[in-house]
């Protein structure tokens, strides 16, 4: 494997927050990553390159899927994803991810040309095990903010500093971001990454993720219409 350098008590039974929480922020810090392979990936929308890297400080996999030619100095129409497990492969309803997941690709597939960065960030940072409890908690009335809080943890741990190296790698210097959440159009900023037009993707709501998606618009200042 190659290196790539980057420039740039817990309640309710959760498992290890503090500890999460200090490998984020040591991941905020420094995150070097290391370029695995790549190979052909077909699949309903296109025939993607899929590039693998590995993330020593915290023994992550993170991915890319690229079209076309992704280094040639144009601004590349990109998303950034971070797992969700029971949304991206399981169609869960209680949020936007899989619907979004797919969304991205399809917008790429017809552009001809783009890039979806795969993050293992599964649950906002706090991992899968915690998620489901922070489900079973918003079972029981909590928001996806209190449920994290009740846990022990911040709102979203969710750290954007391996983009960097990916990036580079890639030769990407200029996005066409699609996202609703702020953070991540500032996170490119911070890594010198221009975004010259941000893409929203908005997902139809329904009864399971009316209050999710109402959260994060309210709570955590994502760019989510009241209603469609």
């Not at 993170?62 to 590349?76: Q, R, S």
């Not at 991206?88 to 552009?111: H, T, V």
């Not at 449920?147 to 022990?152: C, D, E, I, S, W």
């Amino acid at each position: 494997m190659s290196s790539i350098e980057n420039h740039g008590s817990a309640q309710d039974g959760a498992l290890a927050a503090p500890q999460i929480a200090q490998a984020a922020l040591a991941a905020s810090a420094n995150s070097p990553l290391e370029y695995v392979d790549s190979c052909k990936l077909p699949t309903n929308w296109a025939t993607f390159q899929l590039h693998a890297f590995f993330e020593p400080s915290t023994g992550k996999e993170h991915l890319a899927l690229t079209l076309g030619d992704v280094g040639n100095g144009e601004p590349v129409l990109a998303r950034i994803h971070s797992e969700c497990l029971t949304g991206d492969a399981l169609g869960s309803q209680r949020c936007d991810c899989g619907p979004q997941l797919e969304l991205a690709l399809q917008k790429i597939a017809k552009e001809g040309r783009g890039l979806l960065m795969y993050l293992r960030q599964e649950g906002r940072g706090i991992g899968l095990l915690n998620k489901i409890r922070a489900y079973h908690l918003q079972d029981g009335g909590a928001d996806t903010v209190e449920a994290n809080q009740r846990l022990g943890f911040a709102a979203d741990l969710r750290s954007y500093t391996m983009c960097e190296p990916m990036l580079k790698h890639l030769g990407v210097t200029a996005l066409k971001l699609m996202t609703n959440n702020p953070r991540k159009i500032d996170a490119m900023g911070k890594i010198n990454v221009t975004i010259t037009e941000h893409v929203p993707l908005i997902i139809k709501r329904n009864p399971y993720n009316e209050r999710y998606l109402s959260t994060k618009a309210t709570k955590l200042g994502h760019l989510i219409q009241p209603e469609l």
